[in-house]
């Protein structure tokens, strides 16, 4: 039964984030002269140096899978992307589980092996699952989330909100939590705390219509979950909540903050990314 509602969880959280609320699907300029077409306002704003000084001009890349794999010659097999590489970390990791049981006890989130120093846990936690049904779970709501944080964020934000919402969540369910734990859960809901905040702080560029309906959607999935997580027990709320929180403050601290900028001597309109925290290139 509590493998079913997992299951179930998993299709309602595709469900609601089944439709992506990109930023090429409505862009309103606030003040300015010209109306900028989707994809010009994005692909094609042409890189002026004196336009960088209050921001980096913010450009969405098509594809995110430009991560090459290479076999033994050095030929390139394909190209895969950031989030394709952490599904497959958490494959191999369940692959050893299976191999190797000790590997469980020995990486899990223990809070008797963290007061002893072993900090590790707090990472080597989020990588391990505690089933077949786990990992698909977490596998499929990775998958439909994962990619357009990735393409929206970038690598490099990806991978920092991944890290912090993974340790976040693994901190709060040691300080809130005695029962150990396991899984990616804090991870992915990271994920969504981010893009909950790039929704809302970037409703005049995406469009308010767009952005409140992504809002409700995440809302939504957030309460569905938070619902079966009293309801059922051995479910980690504490690490889903912290990863939400940790996730939403990474988002809102590093995240993409656009601004469009008109250029009064060439009369374009620039989309820039002035984020709180800028991480270097």
């Known amino acids: 039964m509590r493998a079913f509602v997992l299951l179930l969880s998993s299709i309602s959280f595709l469900v609601a984030h089944a439709s992506p609320y990109a930023i090429n699907r ?3 300029p606030r003040n ?22 209050n921001g980096r001009i913010y450009r969405v890349k098509r594809s995110t899978r430009t ?23 958490i494959w191999s990791m369940f692959a050893a589980q299976m191999c190797f049981p000790r590997i469980t006890t020995m990486l899990y989130k223990c809070n008797e092996g963290l007061l002893r120093g072993q900090y590790y846990r707090l990472v080597t936690a989020c990588t391990l699952h505690g089933g077949p049904i786990h990992l698909l779970c977490n596998t499929l709501s990775l998958n439909n989330i994962g990619p357009q944080c990735e393409k929206y964020f970038g690598r490099k934000r990806f991978a920092c909100v991944l890290a912090v919402a993974g340790v976040g969540g693994s901190l709060a369910s040691w300080w809130l939590s005695p029962v150990p734990s ?6 992915i809901f990271g994920l969504i705390g981010a893009w909950s905040i790039f929704l809302y702080e970037n409703q005049g560029v995406l469009g308010k219509e767009s952005a409140n309906a992504g809002l409700r959607a995440l809302a939504q999935t957030i309460g569905l979950n938070i619902l079966i997580g009293a309801t059922i027990p051995g479910i980690d709320q504490a690490g889903h909540l912290g990863g939400l929180l940790a996730g939403a403050a990474a988002g809102y601290l590093f995240g993409p903050r ?13 989309l820039l990314d002035r984020p709180i925290i800028s ?3």
């Open 182 to 187: 396991l899984g990616a859960s804090g991870a």
């Open 32 to 53: 300015h002269r010209r109306q900028l077409s989707r994809r010009a306002a994005i692909f094609s704003l042409p890189a002026l140096p004196f336009a960088q000084s």
């Open 67 to 89: 991560i090459p794999v290479r076999d033994f010659t050095g030929r390139e097999i394909l190209k895969v992307s950031l989030n394709d590489c952490a599904i497959a970390s």
């Open 279 to 281: 991480l270097p290139r």
């Open 26 to 28: 409505q862009v309103k």
């Open 258 to 270: 656009l601004d469009m900028h008109f250029q009064p001597f060439s009369g374009q309109v620039l």
